[in-house]
């Protein structure tokens, strides 16, 4: 398993079909090392606390190699790193196989897998088009979240 790019993004208001909506799903990539600590990433925070982060959805990864898989599904959209929302876009990381509780280490810290991602409406506010939740599920490609058993 390989991280190609850590990304982090702070909450910011956006407008999407007339409202107001307050979100983190848009994650830039950061370069060089970053502090993993219990409930995120240096730099990285999550806007609505009852649903996002927390310490079993401290970290979310998604495998760069679904990618592909995207871009055929959005031939016209640019879809960088940290598009999904993600914290790691990873190499060798699928979610078949890993089982939750699979413990990991990515630099000096340890992290455990918790769960399968289940998107929420602001998946569809970063994709611009609310028909992204419904493919997301049916692609059975969700990320893993991760809880953070030692920061670094």
Sequence with gaps: MKVLSVNVGLPR???FNG????????????????????????????????VHGGLDKAVYSY?????DY???QFPNMDLIWGMFGENF?????MEDAVNIGDQFQIG???LVATQPRMPCYK???????MDVIRRF????????YFKVLQEG
């Design 123 to 129: 998946l569809g506010v970063r994709f611009g088009r």
């Design 108 to 110: 000096s810290a340890k």
């Design 19 to 50: 409202q107001i909506v307050t979100t983190s799903i848009f994650k830039d990539p950061v370069k060089g090392p970053i502090m993993l600590r219990k409930l995120n990433l240096d730099g990285d925070r999550q806007a609505d606390l009852t």
């Design 63 to 67: 495998p760069a190699e679904h990618y």
């Design 13 to 15: 208001q956006v407008v």
């Design 89 to 93: 876009t990873t190499e060798g990381l």
């Design 70 to 72: 995207w871009r055929k």
């Design 137 to 144: 599920m049916a692609s059975r490609r969700p990320g893993i």
